[in-house]
């Protein structure tokens, strides 16, 4: 929650030198380390910005690190009198199913594993380590450590999911409870919680819609679904996926969001649903989404609401009271659990009584007697969407933190959340160079999308550069989706979690960056200069012959040569025992 | 085609950039002349107190790039022309010795012609007048020397005349069809001129330095195609905008600093590609024997390319779609030309709005006239005859402006306002709001 910090004393009064243009050199002087005396911290100064350097190990590739022969874990030898009882279990195995050959795995001491991945976990930035509102639409907030010794508890973590019911009734319970407050904070009558991810969930909703129109007959003739173009793009993706052609609504260059005539003009008798975020990536809040809604309505199709961005209105509005069918929340956004990067992290869908034959089957059932079991027995149900049902670590951590705030938490939560982003929203606008687009004069909900297009056309510098520059006092931002919609973009979502000295020192850090582009724009067109890396060459991700997602790969489109050029002594012997495979 | 990748930078040879920079660009924007084209605007601008300009914006350009040079590598060899028209921006800097600078003989000294009415300069420096005509001559001059990359400061008339001078034409005015930028050398604008429509200027001087200096030192340097524009200055100046499409320049495509979240935007190509898709299957599901009227730009080439038809880049083609394949009608056709075409048959026109501009009729493509309009819709609504076609990047840099009509028949532009679908993919559309220009 928001403290009643001051603001940090030496906001701005540029102490900082100018940091070197080259990489690998240190881009804060001795001279600056007394810059602060005249502040409480006589002893130990502390200037702003601080004086952050990232570690930087260089670490190659694990595969790079390998060593033949070398083990983590020394079996020991199978006792004569096991051996005798099992024989050798794998003479059982049809041909075509075992190995000629062993995996290349890296061979490596439990040390050099360990230290290794420390490593990595030093060049990393995260929500626990940075001030993290750069991350917008991510929802960056404090996930609780209490809930970590919950779900490391041998109580859940020795669960199995192929336990008879009788025995997991707690965890069924939970599951059970979570989805019925869910159900309250956005209106619908039932809800699943098996999608792992955000995307994933867009996407059983998707299917459900399909399933639905399937079921009336009208699944070839809806083919198209309506989206717009500040919503997700996974909205876009999992329709195409799906096999629906897209259309997207531009905004309206006042408002922000697209006005009903353009939604008009693109519903028809075709429309299978509108997939809308609201609040928009803008953090605009589309006011009549309630008549987007009929209108999708009164042409046959569904409407399904993306509330990946709803931080900013828990207890405030529901997606049922606007009118929409289906909804889901990321629960490692809005909820508290970790992001997983990548996965596992968790989605929840709900749906209205009618979607609900629909849902991804097992659902969590409450019999009469109140015990707990999943049902797979559903015929219209679209199938499961991931094995078991959900990610049972978060979805402990969403209910513990559900159960922490209560209703009048949970809307505290979200008045906090959008209290500190339009109070940063008005200390951004304060730099000289940034802008809010659409809506001029109007409060933003819980994020907002930045333009930096004044200060990039006064000094040439972009957008991701200096959300690059960011690093260099420990921290970072992320632009938009493509394409740029709004000009070299920025979005901020300050969460709840940060307090206003957080803010402050956030603001102060783009107002320093945005000041280095006007006087000593090479400072941010080399940075970073204290981060772990420079810079990557984003041109590998265009080109199919070089790119490589795994090991393997990369020395197949690389050769054997090069991994020797990139490497160490050991990457040599790795890459040529590899080569052989 | 875009994205063709040059000769890519070699650790050898240094790369060889051209510099022109028309002195008198600019003159006439504070001075609210809209612009120094014309016969004695220059100088009308001089007795205004309008100081020249240009010169000073090439060099911040030139500061930029010296900068942004890699240390690693050779500099660049830089072909100026003389005195105001380039040489004194690069005084100006007074470039370290490893630049080597060749100063090009006075353009005036070759074989001379007459003075091009549309963008003729006056006298403003001390060395004499220049025209446009030096401009065109310095940039054939330039491409036969074999630059990398020929920067050139100026406005909207400074690019076409560029551009002619390219196409080592002095005939490449107004009516110039020939353009197909991706056989000329690629180029680089550095903004100095009032009106910059055309889509080959980087968004400041120092941003064309630092771009210059970042494409020249990249192993692929990959180009785009980029739209030349100029505003007639004369109907500007009476407060008309009336862009026309002259032609296309390649250009260095920026290669941006990779997002951590978003992946990377596809190559324009690929938008092109699935817009090529979508408007062929449309075609296969129309009548056979329907005739389509293709509009300028480069993304409807790419339904011409994929169709297996040759295209006017900048003029309008019809083709017949029948089951065995494509056949081109007229190529590069006039108003007339297209309505023998259509032979009084319904027809699709597939057009796209001009980058930046958002221009769909009137600007470009006024071959696709009133008449042909009507008679391609043959007594149906014309806008029902539309297939708008655009990538989602040339959508987003509308920045929600909405697409213009001005086709010189207010009811037809009426007719035509109001929201249209785009195609911008295979199975990607969008709702974009026309209004009348």
Known sequence: MTAADEAPATVGGSAASVPSARPHVSHRGPAEAVAGTSSPHAIAPKPFPRRFHQASWDEPVIFELSTPGARGVLLPPIEPGIREAVGNPAADLPAG????????????????????????????????????????????????????GLVRSHKLAELHPLQDESTVQGILELMWRLERFLAEISGMDRVTLQPAAGSQAIWTNVAMIRA????????????????????HPSNAAAAKVAGYRVITLYPDPETGHPSLDALRAAVAERTAALLVTNPEDTGIFNPEVDAFVRVVHEAGGLAAYDQANANGILGITRARDAGFDLCHFNLHKTFSTPHGSGGPAAGACGVTGELGPFLPAPTVERAADGTFALDHDRPQSIGSVRPWYGVAPNLVRAYAWIRSLGPDGLRAVSETAVLNNNYLLAKVLEIDGASAPYAAGKRRIEQVRYSWETLAEATGVHSEELGVRMADFGTHYWTSHHPFVVPEPMTLEPTESYSKADLDEFAAMLREVAREARETPETVHSAPHASTIHRIDPSWFDDPERWAVTWRAYLRKHGERRAAEAGRAAAGVSASHAADA | MPDRPGRGASRHRPPRVGLIVNPIAGLGGRVGLKGSDGEGMAARAIELGAEPKANHRAAAALRALVSAWPSGLPAPELLVAPRSMGEDAVREVGLAPDFSVDVLPDP????????????????????????????????????????DLLLFAGGDGTARDVHAGLLGTHAGGATGRAANGGDLPPVLGIPAGVKIQSAVYATSPAAAGRLAAEWLASASRKTEEREVLDLDEAAYRRGEVRPALHGYLRVPAERRVQDRKAPTPPDESVAFAGIAEAIVEQMGRAADGMRWILGPGTTVRAVADRLGVPKALVGVDVVEWREDGARLVAQDGGEQAILRALDGRSARIVVTPIGGQGFLFGRGNQPISPAVLRAAACGRAPRDTLIVVATPGKLAALGGRPLLVDTGDDRLDAELAGHVTVVTGHRDRAVIRVAVA
């Open chain 1, 97 to 148: 199913v075992g190995r000629a050959r062993p995996p290349q795995l890296p061979e490596l001491a439990q040390l050099h594993v360990l230290r290794h991945y420390d490593r990595l976990s030093q060049e990393n930035l995260g929500v626990d380590l940075n001030i993290d509102v750069g991350q917008g639409t991510c929802t960056m907030k404090y996930s609780p450590k209490v809930n970590e």
């Open chain 1, 212 to 231: 639905y129109h399937a079921s009336r007959g009208e699944a070839a003739a809806r083919d198209e679904v309506v989206t717009t173009i500040f919503s």
């Open chain 2, 108 to 147: 005036a000294d070759g074989p001379t012609t007459a003075g091009d009415p549309t963008t003729a300069g006056d006298p403003t420096t001390a060395d004499g007048p220049t025209t446009a005509d030096d401009t065109k001559r310095l940039a054939t001059r330039l491409a036969g020397l074999r630059v």
